[in-house]
């Protein structure tokens, strides 16, 4: 047997199912969970802020929510071209059916939100 074919049979199929997910969906995850949780609390406390201060914290805001919401929408192009790891084979068919309605309400929530103000 070749050196490359020994290499080529040594590599992973691409069919094959990831241990967990890739450093860039991680990041992504991250980065939008930080960003969302600055949102809200800008978004809860902007009216304590002085009037002065009150319409840059609302720019903010706004960008923000336009931010995550590319940073969601490249999450979802980086979904589609890579698999995510199964879920645990211990869990009951009906928990996972509940994990991918409640990951397509949030995906649709954090499109949503920020296209609706």
Not at 73 to 89: A, E, F, G, N, Y
Not at 92 to 105: D, G, Q, S, T
Request: aromatic share 6%; net charge positive.
């Amino acid at each position: 047997m070749s050196t490359q074919a020994a290499n080529m049979a040594s590599e992973p199929l691409q069919t094959e199912m990831p241990l967990r997910y890739t450093r860039t969906a991680m990041v992504l995850h991250w980065l939008i969970a930080l960003l969302i949780i600055c949102n809200v609390v800008l978004g809860l406390t902007a009216e304590s802020f002085p009037d002065s201060w009150v319409r840059p914290v609302v720019d903010t805001h706004k960008s923000i929510g336009i931010t995550v919401l590319g940073l969601v929408l490249l999450r979802i192009l980086w979904r589609v071209s890579h698999r995510p790891p199964p879920l645990p084979k211990a869990f009951p068919k009906r928990e996972n059916v509940a994990a991918h309605i409640a990951h397509f309400l949030l995906y649709l929530l954090l499109i949503g939100l920020p296209l609706s103000g």
